[in-house]
């Protein structure tokens, strides 16, 4: 089974670009915008990362938020079946998130096999640069479903009478 394109071909295109290049190339990238704004796989790429953007911040923020108003109201434990409504719930929007991150990934090779390489490098630093903004929310919710995690077992270490959890 052959490798990715992306996977390859991206490092090594963008390691050996000089900063002058960049400079050429942004300014290729603003002077071609309009013809790229046209491109069906641009365009579906786009659509993509505003896809998960908006889904990570509306369902799996309200997740984290419900579950931490959950634990920090008056003092009592979550009750396991809103957990397990909780948890089952955040695995669909993961899984919906990497569903919707594949379908980037194969648009992605789909624009690489059709396009010329200034088109590419511009397609390029869309994705890396959208990659990296999804990259950080997924970071940011997945330090608070940390901190949920945290907070329920010493809830529940003091509920069963053990103080030797460190808070």
């Given at each position: 089974?052959?490798?990715?394109?992306?996977?390859?071909?991206?490092?090594?295109?963008?390691?050996?670009?000089?900063?002058k290049?960049?400079?050429?190339?942004?300014?290729?990238?603003?002077?071609?915008?309009?013809?790229?704004?046209k491109?069906?796989?641009?365009?579906?790429?786009?659509?993509?990362?505003?896809?998960?953007?908006?889904?990570?911040?509306?369902?799996?923020?309200?997740?984290?938020?419900?579950?931490?108003?959950?634990?920090?109201?008056?003092?009592?434990?979550?009750?396991?079946?809103?957990?397990?409504?909780?948890?089952?719930?955040?695995?669909?929007?993961?899984?919906?998130?990497?569903?919707?991150?594949?379908?980037?990934?194969?648009?992605?090779?789909?624009?690489?096999?059709?396009i010329e390489?200034?088109?590419?490098?511009?397609?390029?630093?869309?994705?890396?640069?959208?990659?990296?903004?999804?990259?950080f929310?997924?970071?940011?919710?997945?330090?608070?479903l940390?901190?949920?995690?945290?907070?329920?077992?010493?809830?529940?270490?003091?509920?069963?009478?053990?103080?030797?959890?460190?808070?």
């Amino acid at each position: 089974m052959e490798e990715p394109i992306g996977s390859w071909v991206f490092p090594r295109l963008s390691l050996t670009l000089a900063s002058k290049e960049m400079v050429y190339f942004s300014k290729w990238i603003y002077r071609h915008r309009s013809r790229l704004r046209k491109d069906k796989s641009f365009q579906r790429l786009l659509q993509i990362e505003r896809l998960i953007k908006r889904y990570l911040k509306i369902n799996i923020t309200n997740l984290a938020k419900q579950a931490l108003k959950e634990i920090n109201s008056s003092g009592r434990i979550v009750s396991s079946t809103q957990l397990i409504s909780f948890m089952t719930q955040l695995s669909d929007c993961t899984l919906y998130v990497i569903q919707l991150l594949k379908l980037m990934e194969s648009t992605f090779n789909d624009l690489y096999q059709r396009i010329e390489t200034c088109h590419l490098l511009y397609a390029y630093i869309i994705v890396t640069s959208s990659l990296s903004r999804l990259w950080f929310y997924l970071k940011r919710h997945v330090w608070v479903l940390c901190e949920i995690q945290s907070r329920l077992f010493i809830k529940e270490s003091k509920s069963f009478g053990t103080n030797n959890v460190i808070e």
